[in-house]
């Protein structure tokens, strides 16, 4: 073996190395915040049956992937005690003693609850649906809305402007501010209300309910005129370690239709288009290499979403329709790139998309 094999493999290693640290550092967020409801809830840091339960399943998983059991116990240790020191650490809330309301008792509401509840707010949910369990129902909207220091309405996109608007007929005095994936059909609601004075802006989160925090993703927040919801909102959610960026609010949708929408459409078009190949699933997982795994991971990922929300954002976005156009055009271009027998079309893609996107690798 060459020296220059040996480095490489060494930058293998690095690469590997680094996405260890990467997932180590999410895995302490996580337990930080895991930390942050314990002490809500009064339980107690350690918890010696739960820290059994990892080790077994580290043990059983160590078998399954031919590691070393001891080094697998040595590994989780470290990441154990690594827990319980960020979670006996002081955490900040910044909410402490303020009334929060939450409209919307899904799945992005109970993390919107959480979320505010471990930083200090006393958090109230209001849903026609039902309670959310750990929370005090409203049953009288309007009321609680006047009375909350923030309000937060995380309910379903379809029915989101509705509960805007009963929020916004209470005159709340405190701040407002909505988590919808698309902004047009309330555009105009949120713009009407900062201008009759409410303290209204419009965030959204770039990442599901299944994130613990906030921490290292990217949230929108899209002013609406009230210059004080904006900061509130920035600091919420830029205190609990998110990337906040701001964005018009008229630009919004056009710009989601790119990073949230053609996400979905291209994913559930390798899903469509591999489901019509009509080979078993179980059969091409046997034969594939990494593109085959991380397409196929990202369909079965955004299979396994809300349905109702997913199709929402296709819906309910004005954008969508250009979007799919452009699709069509990019699918045109590169069956003629593919089946020509001249090779310079096809390379000229590639090549294209490494400028725009990145990349060293030839």
Known sequence: M?????????????????????LVARRMEMAREVGRTKRKCGADIRDQIQEERVFGAAAERAAELGLAEDTALRIVRVLIEGAVEVQEGTAD????????????????????SRFLSNRGANVSVFDTKGALDGYANVEALDGAASEADLTVVASPLGTASEDLERVFSARPSGIV???????????QLLVDAAGEGLKVTSVHPMFGPSSPTPKGENV???????????????ELFGSAGANVSEVPLERHDQLIATVLGLPHLVSMLFGKAT??????????????GPSFRRLSGLA???ALESRRVYHDIQRLNPSTRATLDLMSTALEELRSAALSDDPAEFR???????????????
């Open 2 to 22: 060459t020296q220059a094999e040996i480095e490489g493999l060494r930058l293998d290693i690095g690469a590997v190395d680094d996405e260890i640290l990467r």
């Open 93 to 112: 809330d910044p909410l402490s003693g303020s009334a929060a309301l939450v409209v919307g008792s899904g799945r992005m509401g109970a993390w919107t």
């Open 177 to 187: 501010f909505d988590v919808c994936s698309v902004k047009s059909h309330i555009k």
């Open 220 to 234: 929108l927040v899209c002013s609406c005129g009230s210059h004080e919801a904006d900061r509130v909102a920035k």
């Open 275 to 288: 489901i019509s190949s009509e080979s078993p699933c179980e059969r091409l997982r046997g034969l594939q």
């Open 300 to 302: 079965r990922d955004t």
């Open 348 to 362: 000229s893609m590639m090549d294209e998309q490494k400028r725009y996107f990145g990349g060293g690798r030839q």
